[in-house]
């Protein structure tokens, strides 16, 4: 059996982000046993936007919450849109009750 790259790994995790939940790069690297590695989970999530089946990018923040992948959406404010039609209240390029809406692969996951 081929072993998963970390991106696909990245991936795999970030895809069970339910709709209206947020996570973030730190919780992600820490959850695959690569603490300290957030900044690979945001390249991973920068190279995202080919993989098949779809990886919900804009759930990834980081760790206050705000939107600092935005940038790498296309359009500048296409990562709040998303967001926001998940129902997702967004003020100042940041999530509003993110502490709320933060789901912890940690705690939502199993090993």
Same mark, same amino acid.
């Given at each position: #059996?081929?072993? #998963?790259? +970390?991106? @696909?790994?990245?991936?795999?995790?970030? &895809?069970?982000?339910?709709?209206?939940?947020?996570?973030?790069?730190?919780?992600?690297?820490?959850?695959?046993?690569?603490?300290?590695?957030? &900044?690979?989970?945001?390249?991973?999530?920068?190279?995202?936007?080919?993989?098949?089946?779809?990886?919900?990018?804009?759930?990834?923040? *980081?760790? *206050?919450?705000?939107?600092?992948?935005? +940038?790498? +959406?296309?359009?500048? @404010? #296409?990562?709040?849109?998303?967001?926001? *039609?998940?129902?997702?209240?967004?003020? *100042? @390029?940041?999530?509003?009750?993110?502490?709320?809406? +933060?789901? @912890?692969?940690?705690?939502?996951?199993?090993?």
């Amino acid at each position: #059996m081929e072993e #998963m790259s +970390f991106y @696909d790994q990245v991936y795999q995790v970030v &895809r069970l982000i339910p709709a209206g939940r947020v996570s973030s790069y730190g919780a992600i690297a820490s959850y695959l046993g690569a603490k300290g590695s957030a &900044r690979m989970v945001g390249y991973a999530m920068n190279a995202a936007g080919t993989a098949v089946p779809p990886v919900p990018a804009h759930r990834v923040l *980081n760790r *206050n919450g705000l939107l600092t992948g935005k +940038f790498h +959406f296309g359009a500048p @404010d #296409m990562m709040q849109q998303l967001l926001e *039609n998940e129902g997702i209240k967004i003020v *100042n @390029d940041g999530v509003k009750d993110f502490k709320i809406l +933060f789901w @912890d692969p940690a705690i939502e996951l199993e090993l």
